[in-house]
């Protein structure tokens, strides 16, 4: 929330350090993935597969967005010490913040899986091209898109304060059994599955490519 720098009444050293860090890390954010997709895009400068392609170009676009109606909203509303967007502005950073922040946690594990897929079945994996990857992408925005709607019809939602100047995110209906249930579900399957499956993929990785190599067997080293 936004509140979180704001309301803590952190000493003004303390919050213009913070404030330092949004400002540096939007500006190199918007400038780093700008510069990944065009030069991707128009000189093909990313020298890998066709589904890796697709899946960094993914992860640069949804970076942009996280930064472009998460960190650029933090940024401005926090030298201006209150949100500066209205209601809309609350909803659409609530709304795109969430897809774009769970879509890109999921895309960084699709691309460890599909690195660990090529070591282990490297024939299978050159016959997947872009249309796979760029499925893989649209499935998880649809299932995050309809995921987020559903979370706004049990109640959750972005509220802007205009007395306070806050956007939170606030429950405007008593919690039951089931939408407690369905919001955990929301987070094992968002957050905590791509925090146990990124890191194990990854050691999973290592391993295979480190047994492989000893081997003389690592794709491309006989090439």
């Given at each position: ?19 330092l860090?949004h ?13 990944v997709?065009?030069g991707?895009?128009k ?6 597969d ?6 960094l ?5 949804l ?10 909203s933090i940024?401005?509303?926090m ?14 950073y ?19 899986l ?7 079945v ?15 992408v ?8 309809v ?15 205009p007395h306070?100047g ?5 429950i ?6 089931s939408?407690v249930?369905?919001l ?11 925090a146990?499956?990124l ?19 690592l794709p491309?080293?006989?090439?």
């Amino acid at each position: 929330s936004l509140d979180v720098p704001i309301n803590l009444r952190i000493p003004d050293p303390g919050y213009n350090v913070l404030l330092l860090y949004h400002s540096l890390a939007t500006i190199t954010g918007l400038v780093g993935n700008s510069f990944v997709l065009y030069g991707s895009i128009k000189y093909n400068s990313l020298s890998v597969d066709s589904v890796s392609i697709v899946l960094l170009e993914s992860l640069a676009a949804l970076d942009l967005t996280v930064l472009l109606f998460f960190m650029s909203s933090i940024w401005m509303s926090m030298i201006a010490k209150r949100w500066v967007f209205g209601t809309v502005g609350c909803f659409v950073y609530g709304f795109l913040s969430y897809i774009s922040t769970t879509v890109e946690m999921h895309v960084v594990t699709a691309i460890s899986l599909y690195r660990l897929f090529s070591l282990l079945v490297p024939f299978t994996a050159r016959n997947l091209n872009k249309r796979h990857a760029a499925l893989v992408v649209g499935v998880l925005v649809g299932i995050t898109v309809v995921y987020q709607i559903c979370y706004h019809f049990v109640g959750a939602h972005y509220r802007f304060d205009p007395h306070l100047g806050s956007c939170e995110i606030s429950i405007t209906s008593i919690p039951t059994k089931s939408t407690v249930t369905y919001l955990l579900s929301g987070v094992c399957f968002w957050i905590v599955m791509p925090a146990i499956i990124l890191p194990l993929s990854n050691i999973a990785i290592l391993v295979i490519a480190t047994i492989k190599s000893r081997k003389g067997r690592l794709p491309g080293k006989n090439a």
